[in-house]
């Protein structure tokens, strides 16, 4: 099993705005015992908001020789699998072994699909083809690859990623615990108990018994959270967040959404370890940058502590 990972986001403030600031940042980041920042990918959702995965991945990696960065999830049926794998490549080089693909279908944005010219519909399907020849195009040999949603031939990439570079399959449905067993190298669970991920693990070993070769699996959990001393102002946070994002109330992702201090959220965390999960994705809403990180990081020592 793969050592436990734990990662907060990487949020605006690291992307945007006075460069010393964000310097100050990943200093924190580097001091604390937080492994990498996870950074969303959306082309156009909801009222325009957008995030490119790869370019902030480029950029976060810029700022840091030694945090990780994980992609999740990238929405990688808007993209044509040639193009991302040139850009793979060329991440890898700059941060070689310090990259994780998360791959998710969307979904809350249907329009988001529609604009980029896929079907939201067969976004699934597309995306398990994507998967297969993005896999196949990072082994820096030519590909030939014809489906319903692109074709091309003789496409050669090179060079191949070294290390490979993980893809983790994000989403809830049957469809992506499937897609996670038979393309992916693991899973990224969202809003569920820590009793359906530890499920879900099993049932993912059992759909990949006939696949050539087994994954080092690396399943993980990607979980928002309101930090504070003071519960209702940190569930207040947190419910601003996430409706502002989703467009849901929050009450339907309060129960997978803990809020208050960094030992609560660690109690409400260690069951999903225990469970099987190798890599946690933070997500915190606080006061600010500042108390996030170091509330991750308190998190992280208490959970490393239990586990």
Known sequence: MAAL?????????????DNATR???MRAVEAADIDHLFIADHVSF???LGMDGIVNAAT???MSDEVKIFIGVYLLA???PVTVARQLSSLSLSAPGRITLGIGIGGEDRHEMEVCGVDPARRGVHTNHAMQALRQLASGKPVTYHCDFFAFDDALIK?????PIP??????????????ARYGDGWLGVWCSAERFQRV???IDELATDRAEQPNWQHGLQVWVGVGDDRKQARQALAQGMEEMYRIPFEQFERYSPYGSAEEIADFLIPYVKAGAQVLNICPRGPSEAYNIEAVDRIAQLIRQAC
């Open 60 to 62: 976060l990696a810029a």
């Open 46 to 48: 909801h009222t325009g």
């Open 159 to 163: 060079p191949a990623p070294n290390p």
């Open 23 to 25: 310097r100050s940042l």
């Open 5 to 17: 990972q734990i990662g907060t986001i990487g949020s605006p403030e690291f992307l945007s705005g």
């Open 201 to 203: 693990v099993g049932q």
């Open 167 to 180: 893809m983790i399959v994000g989403g809830r449905s049957d469809k992506a615990i499937e897609r996670a």
């Open 78 to 80: 808007l993209r044509h």
